[in-house]
């Protein structure tokens, strides 16, 4: 049974075909969020700190972190990228202790981000690229760490899942050439919109059997990308992460503080019984006891909750 | 590619795995809604009216007509309920013009609904005890119609999947002797709650898509069965449905009514391609236009509504 094993200083998540959907948190990215990006070139880490707190209120498995801002005063991410890498994972493992996942196309961050994480991150990503594979795997040994790996190559990005396929498959052999096992690598099948590709999703979910199936991998997927440009977003990424998981995908990259996908991946864990006796489920989920009906010891302990907020 | 026929005096419905998922609305059915049953033993059928419309406001494909009422006058159902049957059948007909399902565990129930129900209905059920093969498949041959098969035998329901895809096989090739082709079979492979057995929703996936790569049938469930004794079982059923959707389902026996459980099922239909375009999806999800944005075609259309409603 595949388990990639990913750690902050003091917790393990396991992505895993009999585990609970990992839940990788992609908020703090300022990517297309401009308000982000100015905060970060400004050295205001506010709204990173919001996010952090609330992504792991909300139930993240795990918290992308991603420093890719563009500064106005230095366009070169080179020079920019890592040191900010640096600061904003040093930030985020202060305040929350679930395990990280080091995103950047920029090799030198990800390996800034290597160097200050503690634990055992999962770095985001290496592709199929000559260039990339050469960078990044290296960094992967070096630093004994579950790596992504995305499904495109020196070609682009193929719109025939074959191709995509046998792309993962060339990075899984690779790897093992550097002596990675595939437990550590969580490919990325690449999740097209369906408002533009009528079939992605059905690729994406044979794609991630084939996977499962024949290379034995975790999968991930930026999870959102599927409803880009549509109408009622939320509603289609909740049917589509249950049909996902049907398939055998593990993990994605996705926003934990949206109610309507969080409780389809509760009820697809149930549902694959990755949770065990519905606990999670039931939990979340509990009916609200009138005030009549509430049992003595119930009632007790509210009115014990009250008093302490009072006081 | 597989594809059941079933059709009204004037609509045809296909089930098929390159088709919009078949929702068969479950409501005409007074087990357990005392309401209805003494509503239907005094004669009274303003709440199958009612059903009806409101199935069919709310997007069902196919109308499922139970008329197994235990009256209080008359306890034996061989008498009371073909009758009733047909009068059901008759005043629906009369009403909504999609296909029925015509729904009973006594035969002459079921033979009193194919003589008086229009164009094509499917017929619910048979199953693998040899009484009831002997009793139904007669009865799909002559009206030549396709019927629901559901996998249990006379040594019970198995919780072994294994046997109840053997069961199901059985039934195919049973019908087959019967010159029944297995395109007319829709097999239930029963849905068990996962309150009661963890591994109920896993096990369906994987009959369902056994059912469909080995035996090439179209397949149905009672979907809501899934969620049995669990809270917000409407956050259950709308994982499973896209879920079982995923794994090859092509049918449910479901309310219709429930908005979010169609809503999972719009969106897994666009996701397995069988919503082009997104038309439906996007038609139930168009933004609101506000009022100084709405182009004059629209406000003329809105207000024209709105002089209509108050003349």
């Known amino acids: 049974m595949t388990r990639t094993i990913v750690e902050s200083q003091t917790k393990t998540a396991i992505i895993g075909f009999d585990q609970p959907f990992c839940v990788i948190g992609e908020r703090i990215n300022p990517t297309g969020r401009k308000l982000l990006a100015a905060e970060l070139e400004a050295g205001n880490f506010s709204t990173v700190e919001k996010d952090a707190?609330?992504?792991?209120?909300?139930g993240a498995t795990m918290l992308d972190i991603n420093a890719g801002v563009v500064y106005n005063s230095n366009p070169n991410p080179n020079e920019t990228e890592p040191p900010l890498m640096t600061k904003v994972i040093e930030m985020?493992?202060?305040?929350?202790?679930?395990?990280?996942?080091i995103d950047s196309s920029v090799p030198a961050a990800l390996e800034a981000g290597l160097k200050v994480c503690k634990g055992r991150p999962l770095l985001n990503s290496v592709t199929g690229e000559e260039d990339r594979l050469e960078a990044i795997l290296p960094l992967v040994k070096k630093y004994n760490v579950p790596v992504v790996a995305i499904s495109n190559d020196d070609t682009g990005i193929s719109e025939d899942p074959e191709v995509r396929f046998a792309v993962a498959k060339r990075i899984v052999e690779r790897a093992a050439d550097y002596g990675i096992p595939a437990c550590d690598i969580v490919v990325d099948p690449l999740v097209m919109p369906i408002g533009a590709m009528r079939?992605?999703?059905?690729?994406?979910?044979?794609?991630?059997?084939?996977?499962?199936?024949e290379l034995g991998v975790n999968t991930t997927c930026g999870a959102s990308n599927i409803s880009f440009g549509l109408p009622n977003r939320h509603g289609i990424n909740a049917a589509f992460l249950p049909m996902a998981i049907a398939s055998g995908m593990t993990s994605a990259i996705m926003n934990p503080v949206r109610p309507q996908e969080m409780e389809a991946i509760r009820a697809a864990n149930f549902l694959t019984n990755n949770d065990p006796h519905g606990a999670t489920w039931i939990k979340h989920n509990r009916p609200p006891v009138a005030e009549g009906e509430a049992p003595a010891g119930a009632r007790g302990a509210r009115e014990g909750r009250r008093r302490r907020r009072s006081s």
């Open 199 to 213: 079939t992605a999703g059905l690729q994406v979910f044979e794609l991630v059997r084939k996977l499962r199936m």
């Open 53 to 58: 707190l609330a992504q792991v209120a909300c």
């Open 92 to 101: 985020v493992q202060a305040l929350v202790d679930i395990p990280l996942c």
